[in-house]
């Protein structure tokens, strides 16, 4: 688990998110999420397969990671089951880290992941670390 001044640093450092299941529609947490990050001034791309091509936060929406290509850091609002994919996408376009959103969980995953330098959050929401954290 990382500590409160890893949490900040990589908060602090990060640009540019790819938010993989991103939500078109209001009441859902990663659009909420994702319109929190984007307003706090990081560049959030969206990643939907059946969104793909429509545009939010000011981003055409990608059908994929491999379409969105290297950004700092991938946001996971994905299945525990379904995490470890994601992560193997993120480690293959270069991400710096891999944040996996409240309730997602997948150790195999975050250990291929630091094993290929990525830093790695699990079961935590950025939305809710950056005011917690005074940022």
Same mark, same amino acid.
């Given at each position: 688990?990382?500590?409160?001044?890893?949490?900040?640093?990589?908060?602090?450092?990060?640009?540019?998110?790819?938010?993989?299941?991103?939500?078109?529609?209001?009441?859902?947490?990663?659009?909420?999420?994702?319109?929190?990050?984007?307003?706090?001034?990081?560049?959030?791309?969206?990643?939907?397969?059946?969104?793909?091509?429509?545009?939010?936060?000011?981003?055409?929406?990608?059908?994929?990671?491999?379409?969105?290509?290297?950004?700092?850091?991938?946001?996971?609002?994905?299945?525990?089951?379904?995490?470890? *994919?994601?992560?193997?996408? %993120?480690? +293959?376009? $270069?991400?710096? @880290? /891999?944040?996996?959103?409240?309730?997602? =969980?997948?150790? *195999?995953?975050?250990?291929? %992941?630091? +094993?290929? $330098?990525?830093? @790695? /959050?699990?079961?935590?929401?950025?939305? =809710?670390?950056?005011?917690?954290?005074?940022?």
């Amino acid at each position: 688990m990382p500590t409160d001044a890893e949490l900040r640093d990589i908060l602090t450092t990060v640009k540019t998110i790819a938010l993989v299941g991103w939500s078109p529609k209001p009441d859902r947490p990663s659009h909420r999420v994702a319109a929190f990050l984007a307003a706090r001034g990081y560049r959030v791309i969206p990643v939907n397969p059946g969104q793909a091509g429509q545009e939010a936060l000011g981003e055409v929406v990608k059908a994929s990671l491999a379409e969105v290509g290297p950004v700092d850091m991938v946001d996971i609002f994905r299945r525990s089951e379904e995490a470890g *994919a994601v992560v193997d996408e %993120a480690i +293959a376009v $270069g991400a710096k @880290v /891999v944040w996996m959103q409240l309730g997602v =969980i997948d150790e *195999a995953a975050a250990a291929r %992941a630091r +094993a290929a $330098g990525l830093r @790695v /959050v699990m079961d935590r929401c950025p939305a =809710i670390e950056i005011p917690r954290l005074g940022l």
